[in-house]
């Protein structure tokens, strides 16, 4: 490696056009991307990704899981590959001109080099096989929600209070909250019973639905959770701070499993953020709500409270 390869003797006494068009000429190009290999992803021991790229990356797979794409393609938008040229200027062009111009094969040496720079892009590319998955390993973690919200957007899913405060007893009683508390593991007549909330419903709620589970937070910290959103608008969420690959390998139309969360109040267009720690592993499915980053928000969790994100750490599967 890092040493040219002698050129054999069929590039004697014709042009580089020629030789590079011949057998021989198409090995040496081999000979020369093994000798000097281009790695279009590789990561430094140095190297460390803020919590913030990191949450623009996940904001990207989730993005491309629930469209469809290729997750791989939608990585390498956030952190693009090498380019060919730094590998080049670099490392090949200087020993290549080198031991051409002792050689004395050449004619026109910049001509020549510019021809084997294709054919040595076009050989150091099949023998790489690095991907932009390569950049991250467990410790690389980003912060993961899951809305419980049958509404798409977020300004549609929100809970919100009579009052200018929030207030358990005082929140309008609609669909919104209904549909989030059977996620929590409440039905309304639950809550409205430990909220002591007598308000009408604002519309018709949806009949005949259930608790989807057995209670994933204590009334009282439920309450604690309503009492402290610091918003008069707010949704529930599960939050955790999940390593890269675990999110990069969830197939989100199949149940997800948190082995450990948070049950959150999150305002996303003021920036407010509540949480209690759930009850055990939480396993939700696709139709209960809708999965987002930190990157997806104007102000993520951590960058709203000052988390301690280590306290955050789970793992999630399907």
Not at 14 to 31: K, P, Y
Not at 94 to 112: F, K, M, T, V, Y
Not at 131 to 154: I, P, Y
Not at 163 to 180: H, M, S, T
């Amino acid at each position: 490696m890092y040493n040219v390869p002698a050129l054999p003797a069929a590039a004697h006494g014709v042009t580089a056009v020629q030789f590079l068009a011949t057998e021989a000429g198409s090995r040496w190009l081999g000979d020369l991307a093994e000798a000097f290999p281009h790695t279009r992803y590789w990561r430094d021991r140095s190297d460390c990704w803020s919590l913030k790229s990191l949450n623009a990356l996940a904001a990207r797979i989730i993005d491309a899981h629930y469209d469809g794409d290729a997750i791989e393609d939608a990585m390498e938008a956030e952190f693009p590959p090498a380019e060919f040229w730094t590998t080049w200027y670099h490392e090949v062009s200087g020993p290549l001109r080198e031991g051409l111009a002792e050689a004395q094969q050449c004619s026109d040496l910049d001509d020549a080099l510019d021809l084997i720079r294709e054919g040595w892009e076009e050989a150091a590319s099949t023998r790489d096989d690095s991907s932009v998955a390569d950049l991250f390993a467990s410790h690389d973690r980003c912060e993961l929600l899951f809305r419980f919200t049958c509404e798409r957007w977020l300004d549609d899913s929100l809970i919100t209070s009579h009052r200018p405060w929030p207030d358990a007893g005082e929140l309008v009683i609609d669909r919104n909250l209904q549909f989030a508390l059977a996620s929590l593991g409440y039905t309304m007549t639950q809550f409205r019973q430990l909220a002591r909330n007598r308000h009408a419903a604002w519309r018709r709620l949806a009949p005949g639905l259930r608790r989807r589970r057995a209670p994933i937070v204590a009334p009282e910290q439920l309450v604690e959770l309503i009492d402290n959103a610091c918003s008069t608008s707010f949704l529930f969420c599960l939050y955790a701070v999940v390593p890269i690959p675990d999110l990069v390998g969830l197939d989100l139309n199949r149940p997800v499993t948190c082995e450990t969360c948070w049950v959150a109040t999150l305002d996303p267009i003021n920036g407010t953020f509540h949480d209690v720690a759930a009850v055990g592993a939480v396993t939700v499915v696709p139709s209960e709500g809708r999965f987002l980053s930190g990157g997806h928000l104007r102000w993520s969790p951590e960058n709203i409270c000052c988390l301690h994100t280590p306290h955050y750490h789970a793992r999630v599967h399907n």
